[in-house]
Nanobody
Framework: QVQLVESGGGLVQTGGSLRLSCAVSGFTLDYYAIGWFRRAPGKEREGVSCIKSNDGRTYYVESVKGRFTISRDNAENTVYLHMNSLKPEDTAVYYC?????????????????WGQGTQVTVSS
């Protein structure tokens, strides 16, 4: 059974840091790209970052470049999202998702499995 479980969310002040984890089971990271998405209050879900399975290439939405870093530990079957210099506009529910096409596209339909999400709140 394919499962993704996010953790690490919480309440942090502006300028603070958090590390989100996405633990996967039922498949290995060797063959899937993993993307992080977020849904802010009143907004549609958007792609934030993604890491490919083969070459480890990473992708970021413009608003988080230089502040967020995605990484993976294949041995632990876990993908991380390191978030620094957090801003109130980063407040959202963050989701990880598995992309069997290894495309790292922001098109959500390409991701076939999703986690339940973890809340990140950045206070001003």
């Amino acid at each position: 059974q394919v499962q993704l479980v996010e953790s690490g969310g919480g309440l942090v002040q502006t300028g603070g840091s958090l590390r989100l984890s996405c633990a996967v089971s039922g498949f290995t990271l060797d063959y899937y790209a993993i993307g992080w998405f977020r849904r802010a209050p009143g907004k549609e879900r958007e792609g934030v970052s993604c890491i490919k399975s083969n070459d480890g290439r990473t992708y970021y939405v413009e608003s988080v470049k230089g502040r967020f870093t995605i990484s993976r530990d294949n041995a632990e079957n876990t993908v991380y999202l390191h978030m620094n210099s957090l801003k109130p506009e980063d407040t959202a529910v963050y989701y990880c998702a598995a992309d069997p096409y290894n495309s790292c596209s922001w098109v959500e339909d390409l991701y076939d499995s999703w986690g339940q999400g973890t809340q990140v709140t950045v206070s001003s």
